[in-house]
Structures are given as C-alpha cells and as structure tokens.
C-alpha cells in the first residue's frame, strides 16, 4: 500500500504540528488539528451513520470545504466516502490504525487549502484504484469523467515511488499528468504531507530516503505551484528526519522565545494597527510565526536570535490599491528598512504569489520586523497556490482570459509550461531526472522584456542563451547575437530582472548552434535542444564548413579587400587630434586600446622614452597603471579637432558588404588607416576599422552611416580593454 505510517504519538521524528510544542501555534488563527484516530474509529461505525446522510467520519472535511465553498454539492463526498470506507474496510495501516484514516486525513488537507468538490472526490479515492478491487472504470462510471482521470493519474505515481532506479520514470509521469491538470498533484503533495506527518516507526534508511526524495523533487514542485501551506510543513517535517540535531536546536529556540514575557511582534503590531487606525485604512493584521526551518536559516543569517526574528507581521487589506495605502502609511510614520522592500504585487513571482514585503525598525531597541502587505484573495492564492484556483475545466473568468500568456490559465504557470516542453525532448529517464533537480533548484525568477512589450520568464542566472530559446525555441539555433537594454552583448551576457533583450537571427534557418553556448545554457530547454540538435548535425570539417558559408574569408586578420599602405613599411601615424600636456613638450601617444577622441574624458601616464601615452578616463589600463602606484600627468585637448578612432562592426555575411561599407565610411570622409575582419562564425562576421576623421563631430553621423549599410547590425566603439587583459 502506498500510505505506509504510523501512530503519531510513537517514536522517531515526530513534526513539531503533531507534538503540539510549536510555541508560536496560539498565536496563529488556524482550525486545531483534527484526531485522526478519532476519525478512524468514526469510519467504523458502519451502515447507521451512513443513513443519516453525510456520514460522520467526514464531517471534519464537509466543514472545511463550506468555508471555502459554501454552495458546493455534498452528495458526490457522501458517496466517495462509502465507496473508499467499504473498499478499504479490513485494512489496516502499520500503525494499526484502519486505513480509511489516511484518506480522510489527505482530503481534509486539501479540504482546508480550499479545493473544489471534484478535487476532494478523488481524493477521498486516491488509493482505492491500486489497494483494493475497485476498478478505473467503477469510478468513471459512478464519479465521472474529471474523478477518474485524477485518480488515474495520482494511481500511476504510487506504484515505484521509492526505488532509486524507478524515480526519473515516475516523476516523468507525474509532470506529464501534471501538466493536463494540476489537480493530481495537488493530490499527491497531500498525500505526501499525511504520509511525511506519520513517518515515526519505519526503518531510519526508510525515512531518509523518502525525505530526500520529499525534499528533492515534492518541496520543489509544492514551491511552483504556489502551495506554501505544504511546502512550509514537509520543508520542518524533512528538516526532523534529515538534520535532527539542528531541528532540536532550533525547536529549543523556538520554546525560550514563546516563554518570554515580552513579545515585540505583538507591541509592533499594536503600534501599525493605531497608524492604520488614525488612517482610516480598514486591514486585519496577524502574526505570523516562522515555521522551524525558516527560523533556522535566520539563525543561520543573523547569529543571535532577536525576538522579532521568530515571525513576521501580515497585513490584510481587500484592494490592491490599499496594500499600497498601508505601504505609505508604514514608512511615514514608521522607520523603514529600505533594502528590504520588495514589490511582488507589480511583478508577481513565477508561482502566482503576490505581496509587498516590507521591514521597520523598532525606535526601543532597534529590532528589525518584516511585514508582509495583500489582499486577502492574495493571501489565499499565498497559502494555497494553485489549488485555491479552482477547477482548470470551467470556463476561464475574465481577468484570466485578459492576462498575458504566462498568466492565462492559473493552473497551468508558465514555468510548468516550460519544463513540459523540454522534458518531452530529454533523451533518457537518466537526463530528465538530472535535469528536472537542476530546474527545481532554481527557485527565484526574474522577468525580461522584449522589444514588443512581451515578457519572457527565466530563472535567475539565465543568458542571452536562455532567452532565445525561451522565446524561439528550435528556431533559436539560427541566433547570432543579442542587444541588451539597447547595447550589443554577447550570448553568454547574464541577464537580470527588468533588462530589455533584443534577439538578433541569422538568415539561414539550417544553422547549428555554437557548442559553447552548452557551457552558457542555465535552461534545461536550452541545454536540450542544444545537444539534440548537435547530436543529429555532427561538426563538419573545416572544407566543408568554408563551403556552407560561401567564399570564405581567410583567417589573416588583414581582409584582401581592406585598404593596405602603399608600401611595406611601417606608415607615418596620421594627425590626430591635439592633446595638450602638463608640463608642455613631452610626446603625446593616443592608447591603442580606447582609442580616445574629442570630447573623451582623458587622463595620461609617463611611460618610457618620456612618451606620455593617452588614456579614455574608464579604460580599464587606467585602473591597473593607478594600481601601480603610476602618477598620472595632466592632459586635456587642444584646439584641433581631428581624431583617429578604432570602430567595430557587426553584420551578416554577404557579397560585396566590405565594398559597400568602405565606400560609405569614405563619404563621411573618414580616412582608414587599418581594417582588419575575422571569418564568420555562423553568418557573422566581426570587423574593426581604424579611422581618422578632421573633425570629432563627424564621428557619430560616421557611426551612423556604417549601420545604415545593408546587413551591418552595429557599430561601436572600441572598449576598453578589461583589466588583466
């Protein structure tokens, strides 16, 4: 049977919830936890409960369902209890509690959390498909089309759950039934908690190993999809089994700070609701202790505990509006910590959440308290993620058909969406279990913007890489560079929350994607469909390459249709623009590597020979000379205005591109002096011209001209060269 437990009294790693010494608990509003063995007895009692109507074993979850439902229809829960209750009758659990208990206790987790009828329904038969004789069909037929799916689908996730070699195979088959409907695992994150709540008498190698897999791969998921009521819980019930120690230190903690006299959350709290009171701002305001791990990373953090540290305050409103009321509020009449605002209201997280965050200090002692600021429809979607949202086969409402894509359909996220995708691709169960741990461990997003006003969602760290296939995706192996926030960046650019990235194609839809860009690739879409495509296109040799890319261009760096001096010898360096040195008469040198011009911030150094050689203030060689301990010597430019500029340029590869260009620098009457152009590197190619121009002025209308060339997708300047270079 899948629900292995045990009595929670007995021995072994028991969660703080089901000892009852979590100090903070009173603080908190919640429903007392249910006595599951009373639960147990009451599903014994047979057929004269039942005539009665809704049976009394599940009166507990009737409850907690009209709370959040108070319309619902009761009769399909009536009747899945008889169902799993006769189904189950007999057995008995390794606790010797009757099974029926483990059903009814996963169905009231969900219950509580606010699922709709269906979702209960199929909970309350989650286990009767692969335990007793009750088939698929059975249920259809009785409960319909949307309870047999779901039971079908938590049914195929029970059978190898534990086995190290079964585990990538499962929870393929758990992501793909997860993405038709979110409900199944849902499901299966409750059933988790239940089974993880009552874990005390299996063998310790048991218990490790299914609070690694637990907090792997279930934690993670929970995390996604927005469940933070379970993710809180199995995050302490993991932490008891896994670091037990630490647990029962931290638990210690948690005790001397409930045994204080003094609580400065609650004289904080008292002190916002009068500032809110004075404003005339209606909100409800909670304590909200910290569950045992959050409290252990804090300490962790901060070293000694401050009483503040051991929870948070939570201020709920009923607009959006209001939050930010409260907000303004808050930091005008309260010190605030500036640094820890945050604003997830504007910019929701990945997995729906929606809040501001905010910290005031204390004026007593300086304690620092963080206070979290929703709606209450927020708070809902906070605490129970996606399985607050209802049921994903009604009718969209019209706030979800308005929202953009990532954000259309609740049960779905955008980020489940994505790894849907990439998983289909994996070429092994191997990969994908790899992969799928690698994707869970990234849990923070950021958000890009592209140049239509669309948005892309990618985890923290992602690249220029990432973002192409994010957006592309097998068309993204014809990339050949990227501008972020307006400047031309490189594919392996890591990008950051609010940047703006403009993708650039190459012309060719046959191309192949550099094999560098593996090293770039922070997505799984990205890695996969990398290796697939290099897998199916092997590297061609060298002559081959040349060919694909039409007349090659040879790798000296000087271009045969570059202009060359007149005669081998080294050329006389043309004028350039006057820079006059403090003292006067020394020789004067432009640096080759920023290439600076008029209007350029300038500064010089002394070097051999008594040449004083010219650097762009934001050179990086400027940087490692001061360093040095170098004395830098006054320069500023003269009255001459000519300047000799090195410019790079960008473009595709085409017929006759150098020509055109060198003919357009030459009308702006630049005079080149060097050009030097690389082979292409997958329809790109990279060029570098120095010029002198008579006058500075003329420089950008110069830049100007050579983008308005015919495949040139930039010009710049030379940059200066980073340090160490």
């Given at each position: 049977?899948?629900?292995?437990?045990?009595?929670?009294?007995?021995p072994?790693?028991?969660?703080?919830?089901?000892?009852?010494?979590?100090?903070?608990t009173?603080?908190?509003?919640?429903r007392?936890?249910?006595d599951?063995?009373r639960?147990?007895?009451?599903a014994?009692?047979g057929?004269?409960t039942?005539?009665r109507g809704?049976?009394?074993?599940i009166g507990?979850?009737?409850?907690?369902h009209?709370?959040h439902h108070?319309?619902?229809d009761?009769d399909?829960l009536?009747?899945a209890?008889?169902?799993a209750?006769?189904s189950?009758r007999?057995?008995?659990r390794k606790s010797?509690?009757?099974?029926?208990?483990?059903?009814?206790a996963?169905?009231?987790?969900?219950a509580?959390?606010?699922?709709?009828?269906?979702?209960?329904?199929?909970?309350l038969?989650?286990?009767?498909v692969?335990?007793t004789?009750v088939t698929?069909?059975q249920?259809?037929?009785?409960?319909g089309?949307?309870?047999?799916?779901?039971v079908?689908?938590?049914?195929k996730l029970?059978?190898?759950?534990?086995?190290?070699?079964?585990?990538?195979?499962?929870?393929?088959?758990m992501?793909l039934a997860?993405g038709?409907?979110?409900?199944v695992m849902?499901?299966?994150?409750?059933d988790?908690?239940?089974?993880?709540?009552?874990?005390g008498?299996?063998?310790?190698?048991?218990?490790?190993?299914?609070?690694?897999v637990?907090?792997d791969?279930?934690?993670?998921l929970?995390e996604?999809?927005?469940?933070q009521?379970?993710?809180?819980?199995?995050?302490?019930?993991?932490?008891?089994?896994m670091?037990p120690?630490?647990y029962?230190?931290?638990?210690?903690?948690?005790h001397?700070?409930?045994?204080?006299?003094?609580?400065?959350?609650a004289?904080?709290?008292?002190e916002v609701?009068?500032?809110?009171?004075?404003?005339?701002?209606?909100a409800?305001?909670?304590?909200r202790?910290r569950?045992?791990?959050?409290?252990h990373?804090?300490?962790?953090?901060?070293?000694t505990?401050?009483?503040?540290?051991?929870g948070r305050?939570?201020?709920?409103?009923?607009?959006?509006?209001?939050?930010?009321a409260v907000?303004?509020?808050?930091?005008?009449?309260?010190t605030?910590?500036?640094?820890?605002?945050?604003?997830?209201?504007?910019?929701p997280?990945?997995?729906?959440?929606?809040?501001?965050h905010?910290?005031?200090?204390?004026a007593?002692?300086?304690q620092?308290?963080e206070?979290?600021?929703?709606t209450?429809?927020?708070?809902k979607?906070?605490?129970?993620?996606?399985?607050?949202l209802?049921?994903?086969?009604?009718?969209?409402s019209?706030?979800?058909?308005?929202g953009?894509?990532?954000?259309a359909?609740?049960?779905?996220p955008?980020?489940l969406?994505?790894?849907?995708?990439?998983?289909?691709?994996?070429?092994?169960?191997d990969?994908?279990?790899?992969?799928?741990?690698?994707?869970?461990a990234?849990?923070?997003e950021?958000?890009?913007?592209?140049p239509?006003?669309g948005?892309?969602?990618?985890?923290?760290?992602a690249?220029?890489?990432?973002?192409?296939y994010a957006?592309?995706?097998?068309?993204a192996?014809?990339?050949i560079?990227?501008r972020?926030?307006?400047?031309?960046?490189?594919?392996s650019?890591?990008?950051?929350?609010?940047?703006?990235?403009?993708?650039?194609m190459?012309?060719?839809?046959a191309s192949?994607?550099s094999?560098?860009?593996?090293?770039?690739?922070h997505?799984?879409?990205?890695?996969?469909?990398?290796?697939?495509?290099?897998a199916?296109?092997?590297?061609?040799?060298?002559e081959a390459e040349?060919?694909?890319h039409g007349?090659?261009?040879?790798?000296?760096?000087t271009h045969?249709?570059?202009?060359?001096?007149a005669s081998?010898?080294p050329?006389?360096?043309?004028?350039?623009?006057?820079?006059?040195?403090?003292?006067?008469?020394?020789?004067?040198?432009?640096?080759?590597c920023?290439?600076?011009?008029?209007?350029?911030?300038?500064?010089g150094?002394?070097?051999?020979?008594?040449v004083v050689?010219?650097?762009r203030?934001?050179?990086?060689?400027?940087?490692r000379?001061?360093?040095?301990?170098?004395?830098?010597?006054g320069?500023?430019?003269?009255?001459?205005?000519?300047?000799?500029?090195t410019?790079?340029?960008?473009?595709?590869?085409?017929?006759?591109?150098?020509a055109?260009?060198?003919?357009?620098m030459?009308?702006?009457g630049?005079?080149?002096?060097?050009?030097?152009?690389e082979?292409?590197?997958?329809?790109?190619?990279?060029?570098?011209?120095?010029?002198?121009?008579?006058?500075?002025?003329?420089?950008?209308?110069?830049?100007?001209?050579?983008?308005d060339?015919?495949?040139?997708?930039d010009v710049?300047?030379a940059?200066?060269?980073?340090?160490?270079s």
């Open positions: 049977m899948n629900a292995e437990a045990v009595n929670p009294t007995s072994g790693p028991v969660p703080p919830a089901a000892t009852g010494a979590v100090a903070p009173p603080r908190r509003k919640a007392p936890r249910i599951l063995r639960l147990g007895r009451a014994l009692l057929s004269a039942r005539s809704l049976p009394d074993a507990h979850v009737v409850e907690a009209r709370a108070p319309d619902a009761l399909p009536r009747r209890y008889v169902l209750e006769s189950h007999g057995q008995m010797g509690e009757p099974y029926i208990t483990h059903p009814l996963v169905t009231l987790i969900l509580e959390l606010g699922a709709e009828t269906t979702t209960l329904t199929a909970s038969l989650h286990d009767t692969e335990d004789e698929l069909d249920v259809g037929e009785e409960f089309a949307e309870v047999r799916y779901l079908d689908g938590v049914t029970e059978k190898v759950d534990y086995g190290t070699a079964a585990e990538p195979e499962t929870f393929r088959k992501l997860t038709n409907d979110v409900r849902s499901i299966k994150l409750a988790r908690l239940h089974n993880m709540r009552t874990l008498v299996m063998r310790r190698e048991k218990q490790e190993r299914i609070a690694k637990t907090r791969v279930l934690i993670p929970a996604r999809l927005g469940v009521a379970l993710k809180s819980e199995l995050e302490d019930l993991v932490f008891a089994v670091h120690e630490e029962a230190h931290t638990r210690e903690l948690v001397e700070n409930a045994a204080r006299a003094d609580d400065p959350l004289a904080v709290a008292d609701r009068g500032v809110l009171r004075e404003a005339g701002i209606q409800e305001l909670l304590i202790p569950h045992f791990v959050s409290v990373r804090v300490s962790r953090k901060r070293g505990l401050r009483g503040a540290d051991f305050l939570l201020v709920l409103v009923q607009e959006d509006a209001d939050c930010y907000l303004g509020e808050l930091h005008t009449c309260m605030p910590v500036v640094s820890e605002f945050k604003d997830f209201i504007a910019v997280k990945f997995n729906l959440y929606q809040s501001l905010t910290a005031v200090a204390r007593e002692d300086g620092v308290v206070v979290l600021i929703r209450h429809q927020m708070h979607v906070a605490e129970a993620g996606v399985v607050a209802g049921n994903p086969y009604a009718p969209p019209e706030e979800q058909s308005a953009d894509g990532e954000r359909d609740p049960t779905r955008g980020w969406s994505r790894l849907l995708d990439w998983q289909r691709g994996a070429p092994d169960p990969t994908f279990w790899s992969t799928l741990r690698e994707d869970l990234q849990d923070r950021i958000t890009v913007f592209r239509d006003g948005t892309l969602g990618l985890p923290e760290g690249t220029c890489v990432d973002a192409a957006q592309y995706g097998e068309d192996h014809a990339t560079g990227a972020v926030n307006g400047r031309l960046a490189t594919m650019t890591v990008l950051r929350d609010g940047d703006t990235v403009q993708l650039l190459g012309q060719d839809p192949e994607p094999r560098e860009w593996l090293e770039h690739a997505t799984p879409a990205a890695r996969i469909a990398i290796q697939r495509r290099l199916a296109h092997p590297e061609p040799a060298p040349e060919s694909a007349p090659a261009v040879p790798e000296a760096h045969p249709d570059a202009p060359r001096p081998d010898a050329p006389a360096r043309p004028a350039a623009a006057d820079v006059l040195v403090d003292p006067p008469g020394a020789t004067v040198r432009l640096a080759g920023c290439t600076p011009v008029p209007p350029d911030e300038i500064t150094f002394a070097v051999r020979g008594g050689t010219v650097h203030a934001e050179c990086a060689v400027v940087t000379m001061k360093s040095a301990g170098r004395a830098e010597v320069v500023r430019w003269g009255e001459s205005t000519g300047c000799r500029v410019l790079l340029a960008e473009s595709f590869g085409r017929p006759h591109l150098l055109d260009l060198t003919e357009a030459a009308l702006e630049a005079e080149i002096v060097s050009a030097t152009v082979p292409p590197d997958r329809q790109r190619v990279r060029h570098s011209y120095t010029v002198v121009l008579p006058d500075a002025a003329r420089l950008p209308a110069l830049m100007r001209a050579m983008r060339v015919a495949g040139v997708y710049s300047r940059q200066p060269q980073p340090t160490g």
